[in-house]
């Protein structure tokens, strides 16, 4: 019996397509022809829903699974993140791990007690008598503000006519005495002033304070329910591997606490539909639909890894069992020499290949630094000066002692020190030369992409020139005036800045055999000598 949600494929259509010797890596991966074929077939459906045409707009990530049932026949099944028209289960799709949305479940349960809270913590904050007692307050402040500062002015205009009496009659003894105690009953007068106002505005922070303590212990109470509520569901989001072991989501992150959502993106949904209907994975992909979310970087039709912080060690157990391609990005270049361009009793300048880590990651130990320590055990110190990307070549400069790098990370820090990088964007640039200045974090729900922020990011700034245009490509030099994690990469992809992803940008653009960026020239003071020094690198593309 075939799956309600299997979609077969047509063999003719399929015919010349050969299988994949192995299962996607799902978190660094070229999309197999297979898995385009079926994205393609859920991209017609899609079209044709125009119920669903205004939320896929605002963008939505999108999955397929191709698989092969229990007689060989080859298919799919498609699934999309979170919800789609506030629901979990359409029949094109595949079901939820876990139906949150079933009406006695724990999810509606713990919901309707969480918005009970939340209503009555909003109520507090909206009730009369809170808005009596912040008027009250302002009243009371501004009361005790125009009565002390006429009680200033008053004071001050006292003062000066005894200034004036002494300094322009001769004054008894009495009258002085006098004149001192008016002085002195001023002041007292105006500490009282200040007192009883400060008394009455006191009274009302005490009561609004106490108001104010009651909102925060039932913020607390429902913050505690809610994590509470996370756990439970957690416990219920039972998943499989293709060995047949079966654990829940809170076991698989134990002892961490999941991220909020865990479970609802695409990956896991579609193996784990595979996996309780006896068919067999043969490859996947994600891709995105819509417009991009704000300050993401996410392209319509463009395919994407898995993200890490949800779905990594859920997918690390349930592809355990299948023959899995192996991750590139934990795969040393071994085929690759770390050629050094430029090296004396000071510092080295090598060109890194792209794929090998600058310095040695969780995954892997090889490295340009783990190189060089072996070809130079001279080098003390800290040596590493800056880092590349683990996709991208080029020029990288080590210290061979702890002057040295002090000195060239002073330099780093001032911005002296030029870097020159060269560039393929995917597409054709309108313009000649110009600037990208938008400010970047992290993406903390989905490292290790980095987001816009204008309120919260790191000021980044690159300058760019475009070298040439041919066949659809841009070849640019991108000069970097900061030095964000990424930088490149989204100013060249975010729409707010170039719109034009680099080629081969996994993370940004469209997957290729490698990410067409290179360090090409590097231009520094020499620490030693005072020289200024400029080391570059010739492109291989």
């Known amino acids: ?71 060989g026949r080859l298919g ?42 939340s209503r009555h913590i909003s109520g507090l904050e909206e009730s009369a008598e809170r808005a009596a007692l912040l008027r009250n307050l302002t009243d009371a402040q501004e009361a005790m503000q125009r009565e002390v500062e006429a009680a200033k002015q008053a004071i001050t205009v006292a003062k000066e006519r005894r200034h004036e009496l002494r300094a322009t009659q001769a004054l008894s003894d009495s009258k ?96 784990e539909y595979a996996y309780r209907n006896a068919l067999r994975p043969v490859c996947m992909a994600e891709w995105w639909w819509g417009d991009s979310p704000q300050g993401e970087v996410r392209r319509h039709g463009h395919y994407y890894p898995a993200c890490r912080s949800k779905c990594l060690p859920m997918l690390t157990f349930m592809l355990q069992g299948l023959d899995v391609e192996a991750n590139q990005l934990a795969t040393p270049v071994r085929d690759a020499e770390l050629h050094e361009l430029y090296d004396d009793a000071w510092l080295t300048v090598v060109d890194k290949p792209a794929g090998m ?37 080029g020029l990288l400069v080590f210290a061979k002692d702890k002057a040295t790098h002090k000195a060239l990370q002073e330099q780093f820090a001032k911005h002296d020190i030029e870097k020159c990088y060269i560039a393929l964007l995917d597409g054709i640039l309108a313009s000649d030369e110009g600037e990208v200045e938008l400010p970047m974090r992290p993406n903390v729900d989905d490292r290790p992409r980095q987001m816009i ?67 090409a020239s590097i231009t520094l003071t020499h620490p030693a000598t005072g020289e200024r020094i400029t080391i570059e690198s010739t492109p291989p593309f």
């Open 1 to 71: 019996m075939t799956p309600s949600r299997l979609h077969l494929l047509d063999t003719a259509a399929v015919a010349g397509i050969e299988l994949p010797k192995q299962f996607t890596w799902p978190f660094h991966y070229v999309p197999h022809p297979l898995a385009t074929f079926a994205a393609s077939r859920v991209n017609s459906y899609i079209s044709c829903q125009q119920q669903w045409h205004d939320e896929l707009r605002r963008g939505k990530m999108l999955g397929v699974l191709v698989v092969s049932d229990t007689v």
């Open 76 to 117: 799919f099944v498609a699934a999309f993140s979170g919800l789609l028209a506030g629901r979990n289960d359409h029949d094109y799709f595949v079901p939820p791990i876990y139906d949150l949305l079933a009406k006695d479940g724990v999810f509606k349960t713990g919901e309707e007690q969480l918005n009970a809270m």
């Open 176 to 271: 002085q005495q006098a004149l001192l105690l008016e002085s002195q009953h001023e002041k007292a007068e105006y500490k009282r002033l200040r007192k009883r106002h400060q008394a009455i505005i006191d009274d009302i922070q005490r009561q609004l304070g106490a108001l104010d303590d009651e909102i925060a212990q039932h913020r607390r109470q429902r913050h505690a329910l809610s994590e509470r509520l996370q756990q439970q569901l957690f416990a219920l989001y039972t998943v499989h591997n293709a060995r047949g072991e079966c654990r829940n989501v809170a076991s698989i992150f134990a002892p961490a606490i999941p991220p909020g959502g865990t479970g609802e993106c695409c990956a896991p949904k579609l193996l």
């Open 357 to 393: 880590l600058s310095v040695p990651g969780k995954l892997m130990d090889d490295s340009a630094y783990t190189r060089y320590r072996e070809r130079h055990p001279e080098a003390t110190g800290p040596i590493v000066v800056h880092r590349l990307d683990q996709e991208t070549s």
């Open 453 to 519: 922020d204008h309120e919260h990011g790191r000021p980044a700034l690159t300058l760019y020139r475009v070298l040439a245009r041919e066949n659809g490509v841009t070849r640019v030099l991108l000069r970097p005036l900061t030095g964000r994690t990424h930088q490149l990469r989204v100013h060249a992809s975010h729409h707010a800045g170039l719109n034009t992803p680099i080629v081969g940008d996994r993370l940004y653009g469209t997957p290729a055999a490698r990410l067409m960026l290179h360090a």
